[in-house]
């Protein structure tokens, strides 16, 4: 069963876009959430963070949002670039049994120029 | 510079042999965590070490084994009991490993089956 799904396999956006990347939960004790960035043949990158305290946390141009009642969360990259295009991975972790960090599938984003 | 080393970047093993992947980072972290990814999948966890000589079963942990000798070193062994070791494979490490706060991941081992 998996507890932090990524629907999406892939996602094209024109260089200069929005790109919005989506992730839903099951795991009721997931209180922080993380987003990571994966190139091919590397290892991922942390990218940006939220709490469960917080309903969005900003950085650059990049943007994570948390919805806790529809356990939604979903990355905003505004404006996409070239260099954006790469695997993107959500993950949660939480207390107790929760306390290692689970995975999506993860997003191919493709940033066309 | 501090981080994470996983070697080799490609290895190729043969069926029905052991072969060992190797993780090491200087980044004083408690914890170290092994990943496979294979194509379409998520990361999921094989096995994590919250402190030396202690280490807990992930999520996909057989045909695989791990020690914690040195805080520094996690090597993951893959067995001949593994039916499908063909992926690549992902250490990490992080400050609290209770906090599930942020990984730093290594640039992973491509293993494949021949």
């Known amino acids: 069963d998996q507890q932090v799904k990524q629907n999406s396999p892939s996602l094209s956006v024109q260089e200069g876009r929005i790109s919005i990347l989506n992730c839903d939960y099951t795991?009721?004790?997931?209180?922080?959430f993380l987003w990571y960035k994966k190139y091919p043949a590397e290892g991922p990158t942390f990218l940006i963070s939220?709490?469960?305290?917080?309903d969005k946390n900003e950085d650059g141009r990049f943007t994570v949002f948390l919805n806790k009642s529809a356990k939604h969360l979903s990355l905003h990259i505004v404006p996409s670039q070239p260099g954006d295009s790469a695997v993107y991975f959500c993950?949660?972790?939480?207390?107790?049994?929760?306390?290692?960090?689970?995975f999506g599938s993860g997003t191919q984003l493709t940033v066309l120029p | 510079d501090g981080g994470i080393t996983q070697s080799p970047k490609y290895l190729f093993r043969k069926e029905g042999q052991n072969v060992t992947l190797s993780c090491e980072q200087n980044?004083?972290?408690?914890?170290m965590y092994w990943y496979r990814q294979d194509p379409g999948q998520g990361l999921r966890l094989i096995y994590y070490?919250?402190?030396?000589?202690?280490?807990q079963k992930g999520d996909i942990a057989e045909g695989y084994s791990v020690s914690r000798e040195k805080k520094e070193s996690f090597p993951l062994t893959v067995t001949s009991a593994q039916k499908n070791p063909t992926a690549f494979y992902l250490c990490?490490?992080?400050?609290?490993?209770?906090?599930?706060?942020?990984?730093?991941f290594g640039s992973g081992t491509r293993l494949t089956v021949v």
């Open positions: 070490s919250q402190i030396v000589n202690d280490f």
């Open positions: 939220i709490s469960s305290i917080k």
């Open positions: 990490a490490s992080s400050i609290d490993g209770q906090l599930g706060g942020g990984y730093t």
């Open positions: 980044l004083n972290h408690d914890a």
């Open positions: 795991n009721s004790m997931f209180d922080y």
């Open positions: 993950a949660a972790s939480g207390t107790g049994s929760a306390r290692q960090l689970t």
